[in-house]
């Protein structure tokens, strides 16, 4: 047998072991059979109202999210998932130079199946709030826009990642399987989902912050620019404005953005906040209430 004729039976088997679990998801991503009725797939792919899954045999069936984890990029649905059989997980992350296959069913279109390797490990990248994603893995398997939350597999069909962010050079990134994975998927399964403080604003980072201050003739400082605040939120009622530096929460200096998430990872009801407005630096307090169930904004 030639390269290409084992190539391509790697291919073909790990379509028809895992093709029947591989799901549409909104016509926007894809998804994976993690459980009896339940299937795993990025949060982002959460678009419009109503969640609509598509199954390999052409079935649709209304979804419901058990436990949704926007920072984390991941959310486990309810779904009657019948025939379908839950992915296999492998035991251990991919190095690099392994081969993968990774498959989708973008946009509802059916089954798609490519071919690559491992070219990254212990990647991080920004959810859609912003925060870091540590520990993916980086895959040359070419994907069609549509295929995001699709898995990754091994060649011998196991689960290796759940493919989650496309890089400008045309790779992937994937979150990757092991204990803290499945604690995730399990945990969002059950309904619990992370809760994380989240401040209510939008910001300038630095170096563009500064060079915000400096054209309005203000001195620079290193900090946060605000330049949204959202009505209701902990930091209009804190009484943060548009146009405020934050330079510190909790008694933590912010230059940056991961900065501020990690000052708001606390259990704390409330923080105080630093703030320069104008040349004046001000003490404001920012009171937090319980995020609802499933519920993982920051």
Known sequence: MSVLDELASVISSAADKVGPSVVSVNRSGSGIVVGKDRVATNAHNLRGHGIMVGFADGR???ATPL???????LVVLSVPTGDAPAVEWADETPGLGTPVVALANPRGRGLRATFGTVSSVNRAFRGPRGRRIAGSLEHTAP???????GPVLGTDGRLVGINTHRLQEGLYLALAVGDDLKRRIEALSAGEAPTRRRLGVAIVPEPAASRVREAAGLEPIDG????????GGP???AGLRRGDV?????GR???SVDDLFEALDTDASELEVTVVRGNETLQLTVRFEAAPKGDAEE
């Open 60 to 62: 649709l069936a209304e």
């Open 67 to 73: 436990g949704v984890d926007v920072d984390g990029d």
């Open 143 to 149: 994907l069609a826009r549509g295929s995001s939350g």
């Open 224 to 231: 946060l620019l605000v330049r949204g605040v959202e009505e």
């Open 235 to 237: 930091a209009d009622g």
């Open 246 to 250: 934050v330079t510190a929460v909790g």
């Open 253 to 255: 200096s912010v230059a």
